[in-house]
């Protein structure tokens, strides 16, 4: 069974810095392209990051460039999204995603 599981989310100051995991199951993780979504309440699920399997190539959304990087552990079967310099716009429920499946979602939440 094929499955994605986030970890990682949390309340955490404006400027301050997370790091999400998503664990793959049921399949080889580094064979695929793996990437990060995000929604807020009352808005749409937007794209965050993507890491294309074999290479990794990664691309960003221009909302968070620069802030943060998505990167793979192949001996884990784990992707990470690392996040730095938060802001309360970037308080959502983060979903990891390999086509076509998805992750139960993590909360992150900036805020004083």
């Known amino acids: 069974q094929m499955q994605l599981v986030e970890s990682g989310g949390g309340l955490v100051q404006p400027g301050g810095s997370l790091r999400l995991s998503c664990a793959a199951s049921g399949f080889t993780s580094n064979v695929y392209s793996m990437g990060w979504f995000r929604q807020a309440p009352g808005k749409e699920r937007e794209f965050v990051a993507t890491?294309?399997?074999?290479?990794?190539?990664?691309n960003y959304a221009d909302s968070v460039k620069g802030r943060f990087t998505i990167s793979r552990d192949n001996t884990k079967n784990t992707v990470y999204l690392k996040m730095n310099s938060l802001k309360p716009e970037d308080t959502a429920v983060y979903y990891c995603y390999s086509n076509p499946y998805w992750g139960q979602g993590t909360q992150v939440t900036v805020s004083l």
């Open positions: 890491i294309s399997g074999g290479y990794g190539s990664r």
